[in-house]
């Protein structure tokens, strides 16, 4: 990723063909040091293909992936009376805690050096 990041920003900034030493001074100007077998390889796999081409299809791509945020199940007794079961027993109430008493500052009339 940090390659393609490089290999992006490059592109963004007018080089319409970053070679692997301006995508190699990119990382190391930020102290990262490149990947000569993958950088080799992204390079290849880029080569002569038009970058917004691939932007799109990636888009394309992720737009089918779920992302999240579906909701809960349902619950095994919701599932259960809503496929006609039995009524789920009536759960049980679990005693509310007591909230916990804030002591006073009354018998604190002492001070702290006395």
Do not use: C, W
């Not at 005693?95 to 702290?112: A, I, N, Q, T, W």
């Amino acid at each position: 990723m940090k390659h393609l990041g490089a290999y992006l920003l490059l592109r963004l900034g007018g080089n319409d063909s970053p070679s692997a030493k301006d995508i190699k001074d990119v990382l190391s100007s930020v102290g990262i040091d490149a990947d000569d077998g993958r950088l080799s390889k992204l390079l290849a796999e880029l080569k002569g293909k038009d970058l917004n081409d691939l932007i799109s299809q990636g888009s394309a791509k992720l737009a089918s992936v779920p992302s999240g945020g579906g909701g809960g199940g349902a619950t095994a007794t919701g599932g259960a009376q809503a496929a006609g079961g039995a009524a789920a027993p009536a759960e049980e109430k679990k005693p509310e805690k007591e909230e916990e008493k804030e002591e006073s500052d009354e018998d604190m009339g002492f001070g702290l050096f006395d």
